[in-house]
């Protein structure tokens, strides 16, 4: 995830910047760079890489200063490489631009730049940013932010500075995270607090739509959008460095649980137009007529990712009536395949680097079979070697359990059986419509889902001793049960399966007696009924059941011991609210076992052997 610092004062801000960007490198990043204003205007430096090479090219030559901005970027648009590298500026140099995030519309502001004559010199969204200013710059540069922000759609956190008023530095937060820490005589803008730590222990956490000017004498904070003054209370920092990096969570499954909001609203993007509200794919190189060629999908994934694929299936299934078999890499490239003239492959895999996954890739490839990848890391192996790619914008997963990779993936996938549906033209603009609606909502009640973790809690306490535990449910909820299993597995080391419900009776139901606990998912109206049937039949062996119900429903208490209530979305779109508990359950479960939850035992994050 990109990572923003600025400072303006007294002192060498090239040091400052560069120190505030290492303790910035826990969150992944691809290039980086710096301007600063120097007794010559505005200078700047960026390069692919880690952030030794910028100092190497600094080395020798640096920007002497006291006001600068830097950046570590962690490429969305555009390869990862020096041109696309922050910040960018406009064609003089006069304005800089560093940006975390996603501007939505960039490309019809960039095609009227263009129009107007502006040329552009990298692949990126940001760079969009400064030749706007640029563009509209009335002589003072917060007005000029203001009106441009207005013009900018999206998801995002901005540092500015314009060689035109070096006095100055601009901040402004559209959802993506971003601090400004107020010193003696100096202030920072950072985008997570163990950029500033080192300087600063008093900060203003901005709020969406919350801008601020930073000057040596203090910051000024405003309504980005109505260009109003607004107050509120500087934040006191007690952390130290390593809680200050998980953003003062206890792990960073936790933070990142946290970030699904984010993750998701970001992963949705620029891919939904909210006027149409239709989904539009710009990174697809294939044509539409082609993609509409294709009648036979495999899905072909590991772990987390193959789960994802199994809601991916469910999906494109129901929308687009195509089949699609979801395959577990490891077991795929060893294969023989069957593949038609008009299959699709696709391969997800969160860090775009896992032997099997890469491998059924290369096999599918060697077949002549057309790819495309779903990951999370830009300029990773399966990204580079697919044929298609579409990129989840979840930022970078440090915690060996992956938790906001899986709700970015599974909302690709219903990004991509929505476009689908749109090409084959196998449901109406109005049931796109719908679905989109109902998407768009779904960071929120993730975030409604997130603030209540008590009872969550407390039922991990009471499994925390248990050898043994049963995930069920049908269709969607089997999918994610399986999920739910893998999570609970891998961090508290407690023992779990989980089953189709209506398999149970053919065998696993001889496991159940006294006490056992079992986690039946209800959320499924289609198969509601045969799902409570099933729960009764493990009541009845002494099964302790926790349900999980829709909003709403009053019903399924009446048959199990507690219920966790979930928000109601379109059925298809459940396993993105459904899972979001599990993950909890497990997080609650390996901390009250006294687990490492991000390091799990005899895992890794990113597994690159067979
Ligand atoms: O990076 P990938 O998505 O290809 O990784 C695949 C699996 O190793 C991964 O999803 C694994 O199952 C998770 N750590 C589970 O939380």
Not at 69 to 74: A, D, E, K, S
Not at 203 to 208: A, W
Request: hydrophobic share 40%.
């Amino acid at each position: 995830m990109c990572g923003i610092v600025g400072y303006i004062g007294e002192k060498n801000a090239q040091e400052i910047i560069i120190g505030g960007l290492s303790k910035l490198e826990y969150r992944g990043y691809d290039s980086a760079g710096i301007a600063v204003l120097t007794k010559d205007g505005l200078a700047y430096e960026k390069a692919k890489g880690r952030l030794a090479v910028l100092e190497e090219r600094l080395e020798g030559k640096p920007l002497t200063g006291s006001v600068g901005i830097g950046h570590t970027r962690w490429a969305t648009h555009g390869k990862p490489s020096d041109e696309n590298a922050h910040p960018h500026t406009d064609a003089h140099a006069k304005f800089a631009v560093v940006h975390n995030g996603i501007i939505e519309n960039f490309l019809a502001i960039k095609e009227e730049l263009i129009a107007k004559g502006y040329t552009f010199v990298s692949e990126t969204d940001t760079e969009v940013i400064a030749h706007l200013l640029a563009d509209m710059y009335d002589g003072d540069i917060v007005s000029t932010a203001q009106r441009a922000v207005r013009r900018m759609r999206g998801a995002y956190a901005l540092g500015i500075m314009t060689e035109h008023e070096p006095d100055k530095l601009v901040a402004v937060r559209l959802a993506s995270p971003l601090i400004v820490g107020v010193g003696d005589g100096e202030s920072f803008i950072g985008s997570d607090i163990p950029a500033l730590l080192e300087h600063t222990r008093d900060v203003y956490i901005l709020n969406e739509g919350e801008m601020a000017v930073l000057t040596r004498e203090g910051v000024e904070l405003y309504n980005a959008e109505t260009g109003e003054r607004i107050e509120k209370e500087l934040f006191h920092v007690d952390w130290d460095l390593v809680q200050a990096e998980k953003g003062g969570y206890d792990s960073f499954m936790l933070k990142e649980i946290n970030e699904q909001p984010q993750a998701v609203r970001d992963t949705m993007g620029a891919r939904i137009d909210p006027e149409t509200k239709r989904v539009v794919l710009p990174e697809l190189k294939m044509s539409d007529a082609e993609l509409a060629t294709y009648d036979r999908i495999y899905i072909v994934a590991c772990g987390t990712s193959m789960h994802a694929g199994l809601v991916g299936k469910e999906v494109i299934e129901k929308l687009v009536r195509v089949p699609v078999e979801v395959a577990i890499a490891s077991e795929f490239r060893y294969r023989d395949p069957i593949y038609t003239p008009n299959t699709l492959v696709i391969v997800i895999s969160q860090s775009g680097e896992t032997a099997d996954t890469l491998a059924a890739l290369r096999e599918a490839k060697k077949s002549g079979v057309k790819v495309l990848a779903i990951t999370n890391v830009v300029g990773s192996s399966v990204a580079r070697e697919a044929d298609e790619v579409l990129f989840t914008w979840a930022g970078p997963e440090v915690a060996v359990a992956s938790t906001k990779a899986y709700t970015s993936q599974v909302v690709v996938l219903n990004l991509f059986a929505l476009y689908l549906a749109q090409v084959k033209g196998t449901q109406t603009p109005e049931q796109i419509a719908e679905i989109v609606d109902q998407m768009l909502q779904l960071p929120a009640k993730i975030g409604e889902i997130l603030k209540r973790t008590d009872a969550l809690r407390s039922y991990a306490e009471s499994i925390k001793e248990v050898n043994s535990l049963f995930f069920i449910g049908r269709s969607l909820d089997y999918a994610v049960s399986l999920e739910g299993s893998l999570k609970l597995k891998e961090i508290s080391y407690i023992h779990s399966e989980a089953y189709a419900a209506g398999e149970l009776k053919h065998g696993t139901l001889a496991l159940i007696e006294d006490n056992v606990p079992v986690i039946a998912l209800a959320t499924q109206p289609d198969i509601y009924e045969k799902m409570i049937s099933n729960i009764v039949e493990v009541k009845a062996r002494g099964a302790r059941v926790l349900g999980f119900a829709l909003e709403g429903d009053e019903e399924l208490i009446k048959t199990v011991d507690e219920v966790i209530h979930i928000p109601a979305t379109l059925p298809f779109l459940t396993p993105l609210l459904t899972v979001i508990p599990l993950q909890l359950l497990a997080y609650y479960a390996s901390t009250a076992r006294g687990n490492d939850v991000d390091k799990p035992r005899n895992l890794a994050k990113s597994v690159t052997v067979e």
